[in-house]
C-alpha cells in the first residue's frame, strides 16, 4: 500500500501509463482511499481512489462507483486539509508571536 510522499503509476484504458504523487491515505466507515495528484503538475486537481483487495490479496486501486460514497470521503478529505491549513496558521502566529517579543528584548537592551 503506497503511502504519502510515494509515486504510483496507473494504466488508463488505452494502455497508457501515468505516474500520481500520493497526497494522502484516509480511512472513511472502515475503507482506505488514496488521494493523488498527477506528478509534475500542480494543477490543484486531485483524485481518490478506494484500496480494494483481489482474490489473490494484492491491493487494487478502483474508481468510487457511489456518488454517496465519493461524496463522504471528499468531504472528510476536505476537512483534513482544513485542520492542517488551521495548524500551519497556528503556527506561523506562533513564530510571528517569537519574533515581536525577540524585537522587544532588543529594544530594551538598547535603552
Given amino acids: 500500500m503506497p503511502g504519502q510522499d510515494d509515486v504510483v503509476t496507473l494504466v488508463d484504458e488505452d494502455g497508457a501509463e501515468h505516474d500520481f504523487n500520493v497526497i494522502d491515505v484516509i480511512e472513511v466507515d472502515e475503507c482506505e482511499y488514496v488521494v493523488l495528484e498527477p506528478a509534475g503538475e500542480e494543477s490543484g486537481e486531485a483524485i481518490i481512489l478506494k484500496f480494494v483487495q483481489d482474490e489473490e490479496g494484492n491491493d487494487l486501486l478502483v474508481d468510487i462507483e457511489d456518488d454517496e460514497e465519493w ?7 476536505g476537512e483534513l486539509n482544513d485542520s492542517d491549513e488551521d495548524d500551519e496558521d497556528l503556527e506561523d502566529d506562533e513564530c510571528e508571536d517569537d519574533d515581536d517579543e525577540d524585537e522587544d528584548d532588543l529594544d530594551e537592551d538598547d535603552e
Avoid: L, Q
Fill in 71 to 77: 461524496e463522504k470521503v471528499a468531504d472528510a478529505w
